[in-house]
């Protein structure tokens, strides 16, 4: 069936390297996709957005890639830091619902 | 989100109790969201509502309801509580004004435990 998945449900990065956190999608007629980040006892939080005529978006140290022909979404986070240490979602536009992943468990070590 | 509030944050029940989860927003959206979310699992939709006279079933409807009291308040009901509805509970919201783009902003959640 159609899903938004994750290739990896744990991440852990050195502070200061850059992270990269991958999601794969399968409904190629998505046009929206978003990326949120769940610290511990929290909700989500908005992070980043890209429309499916993009292939590129930046924002403050977090640039989300996406490429169509594999159907796959990526963020990267710059410099990553401990405040980043979270769950990131990523989540798929259709018919004004969000179809979300399993989520990626970022750890930043100190 | 302070925009979007929940209530209770927490909650301990028994199984078969009826009870209620409250959201309200003051982010001015038409739309909103009741999502589920297990350990280690992304959220699940339960219930959407596009305006005030539209309530729609999400993935795992059963079991709940909902109502859409005005355009900021929607309540989630758990008709007869049972243990394998102890989850996080998260309220979400949307516009779908002219800069619609389906980015949801959510509250902070409510764990609910079913005893």
């Known amino acids: 069936g159609e899903s938004v998945g994750l290739h990896l449900p744990t991440l852990s990065v050195q502070e200061g390297d850059n992270s990269i956190i991958n999601c794969a999608y399968s409904?190629?007629?998505?046009?929206?996709f978003i990326w949120y980040k769940q610290e511990s006892g929290k909700g989500p939080q908005f992070i980043i957005d890209i429309r499916s005529n993009m292939d590129k978006r930046q924002g403050q140290r977090v640039t989300v890639l996406l490429n169509k022909t594999v159907k796959h979404l990526s963020l990267q986070i710059a410099a990553t830091q401990p405040g980043d240490s979270a769950v990131y979602f990523c989540?798929?536009?259709?018919?004004?619902?969000?179809?979300f992943g399993q989520g990626t468990e970022l750890s930043v070590k100190p | 989100d302070a925009d979007v509030t929940q209530t209770p944050r927490n909650r301990i029940t028994k199984t078969g109790k009826r009870i209620m989860l409250e959201c309200s927003q003051t982010?001015?959206?038409?739309?909103m969201y009741w999502y589920r979310q297990d350990p280690g699992l992304g959220l699940r939709l339960i219930y959407y509502s596009f305006d005030v006279k539209d309530i729609n079933k999400g993935e795992i409807s059963d079991g709940y309801s909902v109502s859409r009291q005005a355009q900021a308040k929607f309540s989630l009901s758990l008709e007869s509580a049972i243990p394998n509805q102890t989850a996080l509970y998260f309220c979400?919201?949307?516009?779908?004004?002219?800069?619609?783009?389906?980015?949801?902003?959510f509250g902070p959640g409510t764990r609910l435990t079913v005893l």
């Open positions: 982010k001015g959206h038409d739309r």
């Open positions: 409904n190629s007629a998505s046009d929206y």
């Open positions: 979400a919201t949307s516009d779908s004004g002219w800069l619609r783009t389906d980015t949801q902003y």
């Open positions: 989540a798929e536009s259709r018919g004004g619902k969000l179809i």
